[in-house]
Structures are given as structure tokens and as C-alpha cells.
């Protein structure tokens, strides 16, 4: 079968880090992306993992391990912007995301 | 400008109605999609197209037609529509590797 993990809610402290785990079981495997959405909003591409490390780019950093079919998201100085639902999704071929159920950041004062 | 919208942004409907969903996007991408995102927020792919050909054909019930008149447009039309349509439909494009999509505001489904 198909399936991604991830934590429901997470509540941080603004200006702190935050670390959202994934791990996902897919027959296919084409890298490893995160999303954000807020409430009422589209999801919106944050970053991409197709080999095994970190990238980081600005607050937000993704890490991949192909081994542990496992990743994260590490987000660091936190706003209140930043509460929101972030998906992690696992490419299943050339074209197909399968999409985490999602967890809910809030971001307290 | 715009890299992808969707029309309607909202869609009241009763039950048994056949409506439709257009998107476009000015990105000059290959691919497009379409996702079902129910109230859990979970996101489902539906349909792909790359170059107005079907590539991805999920689950869903042939009531969904999509159609691609170009590789900038595709749309989704709904026939008798039920309860369990309700949700919210959101348009996406990529390049050919679709890890990084881009997704159009999302049309916001309600069948009474």
C-alpha cells in the first residue's frame, strides 16, 4: 500500500524551531516535497528532496533519507505567519504526488 | 498576473445538477491537475494531463470528465452531482517532474 505520516498539530513559540517528521511507505519514489496551506487558502510549494540531506532555503529546511524513507521539515525562528497545515508528498511516478493528511502548526505568542 | 485560476471560486448546487470547473495557467507548464480536498483537508489527485493527453486517471467516478483543450486549460465537469461531491477542488500545474506544483485558489464545492 500507499501511506504518508505525519504528526496531526504541532504548536510552537514564535521564535523557536519547529520540526514537522514524515515517513511514507509508496510503490514508486521521486523525491519528497512539502507544502504549505493556510486556512482558506491553495497549497503552496515550500521545497523538494529528491537525494538524501538537507536543503535549506531561508527559515525553512527539508531533510531526506531514502533509507529510512523518512524526512522532515525544520522550520527555525518562527512567525505567526507561519501557522498553517503542511504537507509533506512523496512523488509515486514522473507525475503523481501522493499527499501527507497534513499537519497543523500553530504558532503561539 | 495570474500562474493559475480556477472559475468558479464558489459553486451552490443541488443534487442531480451537471456543473463545471474551468483552470488555466500562464506558466507554460506541461502538466495539469486536478485534486479533491476533502473537510479532513486530506488532498486527493483526481486527473493529470501532460500535454493534453490523460496520464493519471485515479478512482474517481466517470460522473468526473475532465477536458484539455489546450495544455494551458483543464477543466472538470461534474454530472449528477451527489452530497459526497462536496469539497474543495483545486487546480495545479507543473513541469513535466511534478514534485513542485502550482495551485490555482480552489473552488469550493457545496451540493445541497
Known amino acids: 500500500g500507499q501511506s504518508l505520516e505525519q504528526p496531526s498539530e504541532v504548536t510552537a513559540v514564535e521564535g523557536a524551531i519547529v520540526q514537522i517528521n514524515c515517513t511514507y511507505q509508496t510503490s514508486g519514489f521521486y523525491g519528497l516535497s512539502w507544502y504549505q496551506q493556510h486556512d482558506g487558502g491553495a497549497p503552496t510549494f515550500l521545497s523538494y528532496n529528491a537525494l538524501d540531506g538537507l536543503e535549506e532555503t531561508g527559515r525553512f529546511s527539508s531533510f531526506l533519507s531514502r533509507s529510512d524513507s523518512y524526512g522532515y521539515l525544520l522550520l527555525q525562528e518562527l512567525q505567526m505567519k507561519d501557522s498553517a497545515s503542511y504537507f509533506c508528498?512523496?512523488?509515486?511516478?514522473?507525475?503523481?504526488?501522493?499527499f501527507g493528511s497534513g499537519t497543523r502548526l500553530l504558532v503561539r505568542p | 498576473d495570474t500562474a493559475v485560476s480556477q472559475t468558479p471560486k464558489y459553486l451552490v448546487t443541488q443534487m442531480g445538477n451537471d456543473k463545471s470547473i474551468k483552470c488555466e495557467q500562464n506558466?507554460?507548464?506541461?502538466?495539469m491537475y486536478w485534486y479533491k480536498q476533502d473537510s479532513k483537508k486530506f488532498l486527493k489527485i483526481m486527473f493529470s494531463?501532460?500535454?493534453?493527453?490523460?496520464?493519471i486517471n485515479e478512482t474517481v467516478p466517470n460522473r468526473f470528465s475532465p477536458k484539455s483543450p489546450d495544455k494551458a486549460h483543464l477543466n472538470l465537469h461534474i454530472n449528477s452531482l451527489e452530497l459526497g461531491d462536496s469539497a474543495v477542488y483545486f487546480c495545479?500545474?507543473?513541469?513535466?517532474?511534478?514534485?513542485?506544483?502550482?495551485f490555482g485558489p480552489g473552488t469550493r464545492l457545496t451540493v445541497t
Open positions: 494531463y501532460n500535454n493534453k493527453e490523460l496520464i
Open positions: 508528498a512523496v512523488g509515486d511516478s514522473s507525475y503523481k504526488l501522493i
Open positions: 506558466l507554460g507548464h506541461d502538466t
Open positions: 495545479a500545474s507543473s513541469h513535466r517532474q511534478g514534485n513542485e506544483q502550482y
